[in-house]
């Protein structure tokens, strides 16, 4: 997806001051079209191959790169990794291959920090939001809805003013919520608010405490999350029935009733 004409007039005004930021050397005008071009050509690349589902843009997303080892944020994968976890390129988009089909990725609120020299080459911070959604079953997983946040982004890019050139040097993030996406999980569907006199979600917990059901109505849970031995008791004690209805290497679908 090419970003459209309105992006880029929004994005390019964010990028106009080049030389009032740039401490090193000032840029001529004809330069800063040069890096504010570069700058939106790796943005609009990044949001059609970070979404790696085959070797082309596997190898697409790479070229991004200024090398296979550059440190990319994990968090983003949905693949159980910390927010604090990085991974290098080559091996983020192994994982982005294996493990998430029919991704889409979505950026927004692009901003330029400030530029500096450096060896040559121009090194500019790039923030933004960043959101992922993928199908796997009939599930439809959304980073967005499972944390209500999107995912602060910053790329820091080099520049190369005489090959016009630039590439990702590393990729850093963050998501301001606690929560921690599972590698393996069940999926629960909310249940009635109540069943006869027994109320399940009072019941329903993960490792204790009371699941969250997002907009969709369903909650995300560990693979053991629903296995506590207080939630077994509970479960037999009034006869509680668990239905899978949907399954894949990934999580099982669930839901309860009696």
Known sequence: MKISLVKYILISLSFLAFSATVSAQELTNVETRKVNAMILDVIDRYEDFAGVYDE???????????????????????????????????????????????????????????????????????????????????????????????????????????????????????????KVFPMNFVVVRRPASSTGKVNLESILTDNGKPLEYNSLDYAIVSEDGLDSPEVQEMKYEVRMTQNIVDSTFRHKEIEFGF
């Open 56 to 178: 082309e843009t596997e190898y697409e997303f790479l070229r991004l790169f200024q090398s296979p080892d550059a440190p990319v944020y994990a968090g983003d994968l949905l693949l159980g990794y910390r927010h604090d976890e990085t991974l290098p390129a080559s091996e983020y988009a192994v994982k982005m291959l294996d493990f998430t089909p029919n991704l889409s990725i979505r950026v927004s609120k692009v901003r330029k920090g400030q530029a500096y020299f450096d060896s040559g080459l121009l090194y500019v911070p790039i923030t933004l939001k960043k959101s992922v959604e993928y199908t796997d079953g009939n599930l439809i997983i959304s980073s967005d809805i499972f944390y209500d946040k999107l995912f602060d982004l910053t790329l820091l890019l080099a520049c190369d003013l005489e090959r016009e050139r630039c590439k990702i040097c590393s990729i850093e993030g963050s998501v301001d919520s606690d």
